[in-house]
């Protein structure tokens, strides 16, 4: 009767001594990115390419200055006001660990967007639908509202919503 469970323990002790293969940590898993970080060029068929061109001449230097910052999962300000037909640069910081993604599709169709500045790139995107801002960076968007109105901007769309998951940050733009 001893010596049951003295195999079943030198068993043990033996499977236990081979090496087991490592599993990889979640920290060294890759990560994957849908589409990467920068401009999103909008398909929109109500985008007028050519728009932007007649205000590239503006004020740029005097333009209002407007910066939005994605920290916490807030969107600081929520709410900015802006002037229509007046130079406009709006810089987006991203303060979180991962990529955010800008978007604001009625206002960018309502507005001339002449240039781009991300990573040190200065883009043309006359039809823009979003941008893509990498942790810890930022962009910066020269455009000039053309519209009136309450346009509303926040991150990209969540494909499916958790049950305990926070709603997704939004603001507006409020075009005078």
Known sequence: MVIRPA?????????SACEMPQLPSWAKLPSFSFGGEGVEKS???DCVPGSAEKYRTMNWAGAKQTDIFN???????STVVLTANTA???RLYNGSKGTWGF????FFRATAVISI???????SAPCLAGVKIGSLKWAEL???????????????????ALPF????????????
């Open 117 to 123: 500045l991300y990573g040190k790139k200065l883009v």
């Open 142 to 160: 020269r455009l000039v509202p053309l519209r009136q109105g309450e346009y509303f901007f926040g991150s990209e769309e969540a494909t499916f």
């Open 88 to 90: 406009n640069i709006i």
């Open 7 to 15: 195999i079943v323990i030198l068993s043990i002790l033996g499977l």
């Open 165 to 176: 998951s926070t709603p997704i940050e939004t603001g507006k733009f409020i075009v005078r």
């Open 103 to 106: 978007r604001a599709d009625e």
């Open 43 to 45: 398909s929109s068929d």
């Open 71 to 77: 920290r916490k999962a807030k969107l600081i300000p």
